[in-house]
């Protein structure tokens, strides 16, 4: 459980922080699955990044496999896009 900013993340002190189903009001970003660790990994860098919720699951898209994440805070999801360095390989 990483401390961002110095402060406990109440959302995971309780268990809640990550959905178990995509939710509709969710903000989704797609990544193509190209490595057998990338979920892990992006569960990694999204607790010690960033604060909101968030949902990864994956998926079938057009005969393709992918990965599908959601953030509960539209801010996120652009962030996650820019600076997330496994995005970029």
Same mark, same amino acid.
Request: aromatic share 14%; hydrophobic share 35%.
């Given at each position: 459980?990483?401390?961002?900013?110095? @402060?406990?993340?109440?959302?995971?002190?309780?268990?809640?922080?990550?959905?178990?189903?995509?939710?509709?009001?969710?903000?989704? $970003?797609?990544?193509?699955?190209?490595?057998?660790?990338?979920?892990?990994?992006?569960?990694?860098?999204?607790? /010690?990044?960033? $604060?909101?919720?968030?949902?990864?699951?994956?998926?079938? /898209?057009?005969?393709?496999?992918?990965?599908?994440?959601?953030?509960?805070?539209?801010?996120?999801?652009?962030?996650?896009?820019?600076?997330?360095?496994?995005? @970029?390989?």
């Amino acid at each position: 459980m990483p401390i961002h900013k110095g @402060k406990p993340n109440p959302l995971n002190l309780f268990g809640c922080r990550v959905y178990q189903y995509p939710a509709k009001h969710l903000e989704f $970003v797609t990544v193509e699955k190209y490595s057998y660790n990338i979920e892990t990994a992006l569960h990694t860098w999204i607790n /010690d990044n960033l $604060v909101g919720r968030y949902f990864i699951g994956r998926a079938v /898209d057009e005969s393709r496999h992918v990965i599908n994440i959601g953030f509960e805070n539209p801010s996120e999801a652009s962030y996650f896009q820019l600076a997330c360095p496994l995005l @970029k390989y």
